[in-house]
């Protein structure tokens, strides 16, 4: 049998090769791959990065509700804080796809509280920590913690609804959450109820200290 030529080589190579590139299964990463990523490198705290991945996963799906989530969240640790605001909104009118196991609402809700608190806006505050508790306080459930970070809980929302209730002065309110803290802690400590001027400072301090002790947990 004579030799082949280098040009039949080359063209039944070709042909190898487009046949393998046809049989191959191409693969499109999806909003929920990129946001799912996105949260990968949020629980190594690699913020920025995370961010340009929840990005993506808006611009794949306009409509990915946990996109605009990571967004907030990540804004959010970045100390970015109107635009974090502006994205977890924006996320609030979007619809939760059923498959998804994690209840990105409440997420949301939670992230609202603590953005609008660090730009002390605590009638905002007030407002979606409120709907927050609407959202997740059920009989015989165990309380609501972050997904991304089990250390992130309910009570962390609590005493952020706390210190607002204080700063609006709306002191029954502020005795409520505390109240609800320590018995969640299963804690002895009293309660402040003196809302006198001397009262008014000493439970200033006592809701910094439960804010210290759920910080360090």
């Not at 974090?84 to 994690?102: C, D, M, R």
């Not at 809701?207 to 947990?217: R, W």
């Amino acid at each position: 049998m004579g030799r082949m030529s280098k040009t039949t080589v080359l063209f039944i190579l070709s042909l190898g090769l487009i046949t393998v590139d046809a049989c191959r299964k191409k693969y499109y990463a999806t909003a929920e791959d990129m946001a799912e990523y996105g949260w990968v490198l949020f629980e190594t705290q690699e913020y920025l990065t995370s961010n340009a991945w929840f990005l993506d996963a808006i611009k794949e799906n306009k409509d990915w509700k946990d996109g605009y989530n990571g967004l907030g969240w990540t804004y959010a640790k970045l100390m970015v804080l109107d635009s974090s605001i502006a994205h977890f909104t924006t996320g609030l009118e979007k619809t939760q796809y059923q498959w998804n196991p994690v209840d990105v609402q409440s997420e949301i809700l939670a992230g609202l509280t603590f953005a609008n608190h660090a730009l002390g806006k605590d009638a905002k505050t007030i407002q979606y920590g409120t709907a927050f508790l609407d959202s997740t306080v059920k009989p015989l459930t165990q309380g609501w913690a972050f997904t991304h970070d089990s250390l992130l809980n309910y009570l962390d929302v609590r005493i952020t609804l706390a210190a607002s209730y204080y700063a609006l002065g709306k002191f029954d309110s502020t005795i409520l959450q505390v109240t609800v803290i320590l018995d969640s802690l299963n804690s002895s400590e009293l309660v402040i109820t003196d809302t006198t001027l001397t009262g008014r400072k000493e439970m200033a301090k006592q809701i910094m200290t439960l804010q210290d002790y759920l910080l360090s947990k």
